[in-house]
Nanobody
Framework: QVQLVESGGGLVQAGGSLRLSCAASGRTFSSYAMGWFRQAPRREREFVGRITWNGATTGYADSVKGRFTISRDNGKKTVYLQMNSLKPEDTAVYYC????????????????WGQGTQVTVSS
């Protein structure tokens, strides 16, 4: 089992950057693929990006490709989401999630979720 806590959200102007962190507890963090999702008001939760257990492979939604980067440090049990060139449409609550079943862009493949961190991008 793993517990996840996100941090690093906040208010930023369009074009700015933020780095989100997701700290995990539990002994088996390195065995989980990790994902980032987001949910804006009145919208469904959507996939943002994913990373394999060893960090060798990453994948992104088209809407963030080239602007967002996922990385992880298994020694620190932390996964990161570097967000550059932020746009107002990136405003949402961002969640990290852990999957034992593998590297996926589907929310239902992730069994463990953090509480979320708010990102607000002003125009």
């Amino acid at each position: 089992q793993v517990q996840l806590v996100e941090s690093g959200g906040g208010l930023v102007q369009a074009g700015g950057s933020l780095r989100l962190s997701c700290a995990a507890s539990g002994r088996t963090f390195s065995s989980y693929a990790m994902g980032w999702f987001r949910q804006a008001p009145r919208r469904e939760r959507e996939f943002v990006g994913r990373i394999t257990w060893n960090g060798a492979t990453t994948g992104y939604a088209d809407s963030v490709k080239g602007r967002f980067t996922i990385s992880r440090d298994n020694g620190k049990k932390t996964v990161y989401l570097q967000m550059n060139s932020l746009k107002p449409e990136d405003t949402a609550v961002y969640y990290c999630a852990a999957s034992r079943s593998g590297y996926s862009d589907r929310a239902d493949e992730y069994g463990y979720w953090g509480q979320g961190t708010q990102v607000t991008v002003s125009s």
